[in-house]
């Protein structure tokens, strides 16, 4: 089992800065990806970005130059930092870890509500 917390979300004026973090616990040695997706009232579940063990990311065009994933092995935490937001952005954002163990497990966090301000 993997467990996952995040942290960070809140309300912002548009065109301000959150900075989400999600902290990984359980068999987290066996993580092969981790990352944020979101979802806004009556919309479905999106990608935001992505993370792979080796290094690799993946963003969203609409999030493209605005928004960085970035990890620190040391806290086992994957953060999302999130400049120039728009009110567009505005939903709850949720941490996501897939582990390979013979098959591929997925995990989610709770998640964190995200509203930008007009």
């Known amino acids: 089992q993997v467990q996952l917390v995040e942290s960070g979300g809140g309300l912002v004026q548009a065109g301000g800065s959150l900075r989400l973090s999600c902290a990984a616990s359980?068999?987290?040695?066996?993580?092969?990806?981790m990352g944020w997706y979101r979802q806004a009232p009556g919309k479905q579940r999106e990608l935001v970005a992505t993370?792979?063990?080796?290094?690799?990311?993946n963003y969203a065009d609409s999030v493209k130059g605005r928004f960085t994933i970035s990890r620190d092995n040391t806290k086992n935490t994957v953060y999302l930092q999130m400049n120039s937001l728009k009110p567009e952005d505005t939903a709850v954002y949720y941490c996501?870890?897939?582990?390979?163990?013979?098959?591929?497990?997925?995990?989610w966090g709770q998640g964190t509500q995200v509203t930008v301000s007009s």
């Open positions: 359980g068999r987290i040695f066996s993580i092969i990806t």
């Open positions: 996501y870890g897939s582990r390979l163990s013979g098959t591929r497990y997925d995990y």
């Open positions: 993370l792979t063990i080796p290094g690799s990311t």
